[in-house]
C-alpha cells in the first residue's frame, strides 16, 4: 500500500491548490497550499512528496451506462463468463474508470435472470482492492420502454409496465439492480415507480413519449434520472418541453449525456450544458447537485477495447466505424469510445473548461447514484489531468509505477 503527499494540486470542486495526503492508498487530508508544512525528510514517518504543478487531480470515472467491453454484451452473460468480466473490469480500469453499472438492455426475461445471478456473484469478487474497476450492480435498460421510442431495443423483448411485470423481471435479483429505465408514460408508473424506489432501485426515465407533465408526474413519485438525454426522446419543443424540458428544470433531476458528437450535435451538449450551468446558480439545486443535473456516460457496446468492423448483437449485427456503432438498417445502436474520451470531446469542442468536463465524469454521476465524492476517508483512485484543449490527457496516480515518479 502506497503512503505519500500531493502538493500544488487543482482538485476538481476545489478552487485553490490544495496538497493531499494519502496513506495506505486512503485520502486522509485535503486542504489548501497555505496550511502546508514541508515535512521533514529525516524522519522516519515523513511521506515523499510529489509537486502536482497545478494539475488538476481527480478520481477516476464512474460508467452508469456501459453495454460490455471486450467482445462481451453484458445481457449475454453465462455462468462462467468471472474470468471474462475479470478482464474487462481491469480493462476499464486501465481506461481510467473505478466503477461501472453494467447494462442490461432489453431481452428476455431469462436472459434477465441469467445476467443478474453472473453479475451477482461477480460483484462480491471486485471488492478485493485489486487494480480493477468495481462492479457497483446492474443497470436495466428495459424492458418497459415506449415501442415507438425503441430504438435498437429489440420489438419481441418490451413488456408492459406493471409492478408485476417489474417483480418478474428483477426474479430473485432486486438486490444487485441499482438502476433502472423506464417511460413514465406506460399505464402503470404510478404504482411502479413508488414500488422500485422501495427496493432502492434509481428510476431513470428514457425510451419515452413523456409530455413534461407526465415526465413531472413520475419525478414527484421518485424518478431522480434522465436516460441519455436527447436520444430515444422528443426534442425540446417552446409549446410542449416534454421530458428533456421538464428534467432540466427540475432541480433533483440527472441527465446522462453521451458525448460522442454522433448521439447528440455538439451544439445541442452546448445548449444543454448552458441550461445546467443556470441551475448553478440557484442555491438549494447547488445543495443538491453542484454539477447541473449533467454526467456523462459512454453508452459503450461490447467491442468496446476492439478495433472497428461487423460484430454480433443479440440475433443482429452491428457495424462499428470511427466508435460509433448501428444496426445494418442505420439505427444508431450505441459507441464504443470510452468515458473519458466524453471529457476530451467536450474540452476539444470548446463547451467546457477541463475541470467541469472531469467533473462530469468522475463527480457527477457519483453524486447521481448516491456515491462520496473526492475527499477524506475516499480510496486514492486518483487521476492526474495534464494539457488543454486537444491536448488534455490523463494517467493513473501509482507510486508503483516509477513512470509517475
Not at 85 to 91: G, R
Not at 216 to 225: I, V
Not at 271 to 295: D, M, V
Amino acid at each position: 500500500m502506497a503512503s505519500y503527499t500531493l502538493t500544488h494540486a487543482h482538485v476538481v470542486g476545489l478552487s485553490e491548490l490544495q496538497y493531499l495526503r494519502v496513506e495506505a492508498d486512503k485520502i486522509t487530508a485535503i486542504a489548501p497550499m497555505s496550511a502546508f508544512s514541508a515535512p521533514d525528510s529525516s524522519a522516519s514517518d515523513s511521506l515523499p512528496v510529489v509537486d502536482m504543478q497545478g494539475d488538476w487531480i481527480s478520481l477516476g470515472g464512474v460508467d452508469l451506462q456501459i453495454n460490455g467491453a471486450l467482445g462481451l454484451a453484458f445481457p449475454d452473460l453465462l455462468p462462467g463468463h468471472e474470468e471474462r468480466l475479470t478482464q474487462i473490469a481491469k480493462f476499464l480500469w486501465h481506461q481510467g474508470i473505478d466503477a461501472f453499472l453494467p447494462t442490461l438492455v432489453t431481452t428476455s426475461i431469462e436472459k434477465f435472470h441469467q445476467a443478474l445471478a453472473v453479475l451477482k456473484a461477480f460483484e462480491r469478487l471486485t471488492q478485493n482492492g485489486c487494480e480493477a474497476a468495481i462492479a457497483l450492480g446492474a443497470h436495466l435498460e428495459g424492458p418497459c420502454l415506449n415501442p415507438a421510442k425503441r430504438g435498437a431495443h429489440p420489438q419481441e423483448h418490451l413488456q408492459p409496465l406493471s409492478v408485476e411485470t417489474i417483480k418478474q423481471v428483477l426474479g430473485n435479483h432486486a438486490d444487485i439492480v441499482r438502476l433502472i429505465t423506464l417511460a413514465p408514460e406506460l399505464d402503470g408508473a404510478e404504482a411502479t415507480i413508488p414500488y422500485l424506489r422501495s427496493q432502492n432501485i434509481t428510476v431513470s426515465l428514457g425510451h419515452s413519449l413523456a409530455t413534461a407533465t407526465q415526465a413531472q408526474r413520475a419525478f414527484d413519485q421518485g424518478a431522480l434520472m434522465v436516460t441519455h438525454a436527447f436520444n430515444a426522446m422528443p426534442g425540446l419543443h417552446h409549446r410542449e418541453p416534454g421530458l428533456l424540458g421538464a428534467a432540466i428544470a427540475h432541480p433533483q433531476v440527472a441527465c446522462s449525456l453521451i458525448a460522442d458528437g454522433q448521439h447528440v450535435c455538439p451544439t445541442m451538449l452546448d445548449i444543454l450544458l448552458r441550461a445546467s450551468r443556470g441551475q448553478r446558480s440557484h442555491a438549494n439545486h447547488l445543495a443538491t447537485n453542484p454539477w447541473g443535473g449533467i454526467f456523462l456516460v459512454s453508452d459503450a457496446l461490447a467491442p468496446l477495447g476492439l478495433p472497428d468492423g461487423i460484430y454480433p448483437w443479440d440475433s443482429r449485427q452491428i457495424k462499428v466505424m470511427q466508435g460509433t456503432a448501428r444496426l445494418s438498417d442505420g439505427t444508431l445502436s450505441g459507441t464504443t469510445l470510452p468515458l473519458l474520451d466524453g471529457v476530451k470531446n467536450l474540452v476539444r469542442w470548446g463547451l467546457c473548461d477541463a475541470p467541469e468536463a472531469i467533473a462530469l465524469a468522475t463527480e457527477a454521476p457519483r453524486k447521481a447514484l448516491g456515491l462520496t465524492g473526492i475527499g477524506v476517508g475516499q480510496p486514492a483512485t486518483l487521476l492526474r489531468w495534464r494539457g488543454e484543449g486537444d491536448k488534455l490527457a490523463w494517467q493513473r496516480i501509482s507510486f508503483h509505477d516509477e513512470k509517475f515518479l
